[in-house]
């Protein structure tokens, strides 16, 4: 028995001093990427910030754990960035004035891409929100419970989502006296599900 905790001592030093090692020689694990216009040209100071959520089962579903903010960038001269890598499922939001704000999911489930992310021009999402009685509710707040971007017929464009209250917090809106809302800067190859909610009215 005695023999058997020596050989594990020596396993998790050595484990250690690999760690230590790779700290000392500068190594980060990160995420990186491109942005680029629909001309293919690089999106400079483009804002990027790097959400996580937390995957705690095998199957990587995050849908049902709210995403927290751990980073801030910005895209270099040449439309690059990285973020700090993490065993979690790691959302990057990219935004930038007068191109769609879009979004890019790194999750083990997903095989990584070398393809640029591109910003496309600004689309809007509108629509009115009416009551039981066919009446324009004034004052309602709408926003994007859930949105991916991609081809919806590819698995790894259905897990490039964004959900929770990184959705909401970019994409909300408010109803006019009309009942009309408008959601700005959403990406045109978007898909978004959609929640509204009015005080002393049930939430849809």
Same mark, same amino acid.
């Given at each position: 028995?005695?023999k *058997? !905790?020596?050989m594990?001592?020596?396993?998790?030093?050595?484990?250690?001093?690999?760690?230590?090692? +790779?700290?000392?020689?500068? +190594? /980060?694990?990160?995420?990186?990427?491109?942005?680029v216009?629909?001309?293919?040209?690089p999106?400079?100071?483009?804002?990027?910030?790097?959400?996580?959520?937390? @995957? @705690?089962?095998?199957f990587?579903?995050w $849908?049902?754990?709210?995403?927290?903010?751990?980073?801030?960038?910005?895209?270099?001269? %040449? $439309?690059?960035?990285?973020?700090?890598?993490?065993?979690?499922?790691?959302?990057v939001?990219? %935004?930038?004035?007068?191109? &769609?704000?879009? !979004?890019?999911? !790194?999750?083990?489930l *997903?095989p990584? @891409?070398?393809d640029? /992310?591109v910003?496309t021009a600004?689309?809007?999402?509108?629509g009115v929100?009416?009551?039981?009685?066919? %009446?324009?509710? #004034?004052?309602?707040?709408?926003w *994007?419970?859930? +949105? =991916? *971007?991609? =081809?919806?017929?590819?698995?790894?464009?259905?897990? =490039?989502e964004?959900?929770?209250?990184? #959705?909401?917090? /970019?994409?909300? @809106?408010?109803?006019? #006296? =009309?009942?009309?809302f408008? /959601?700005?800067?959403?990406?045109?190859? $978007?898909r &978004?599900?959609?929640?509204?909610?009015?005080? $002393?009215?049930?939430?849809h």
């Amino acid at each position: 028995m005695k023999k *058997i !905790w020596q050989m594990l001592f020596v396993v998790v030093v050595a484990a250690l001093a690999r760690h230590v090692q +790779a700290a000392d020689n500068g +190594a /980060i694990s990160q995420y990186s990427g491109a942005v680029v216009d629909e001309k293919g040209q690089p999106v400079a100071g483009a804002t990027v910030d790097c959400y996580r959520y937390p @995957s @705690s089962n095998r199957f990587g579903y995050w $849908g049902d754990r709210e995403p927290a903010l751990v980073q801030t960038t910005v895209t270099d001269g %040449k $439309g690059e960035f990285a973020v700090s890598a993490s065993a979690d499922t790691t959302v990057v939001v990219l %935004k930038k004035a007068g191109l &769609a704000t879009t !979004w890019k999911t !790194w999750s083990s489930l *997903i095989p990584d @891409s070398s393809d640029p /992310i591109v910003l496309t021009a600004p689309a809007t999402l509108s629509g009115v929100v009416m009551d039981d009685d066919g %009446k324009p509710v #004034a004052g309602a707040v709408v926003w *994007i419970a859930a +949105a =991916n *971007i991609g =081809n919806e017929y590819d698995n790894a464009a259905q897990m =490039n989502e964004l959900m929770g209250q990184a #959705a909401r917090t /970019i994409f909300s @809106s408010r109803t006019d #006296a =009309n009942g009309r809302f408008q /959601i700005d800067n959403f990406p045109a190859d $978007g898909r &978004a599900g959609l929640a509204v909610s009015k005080a $002393g009215m049930a939430r849809h």
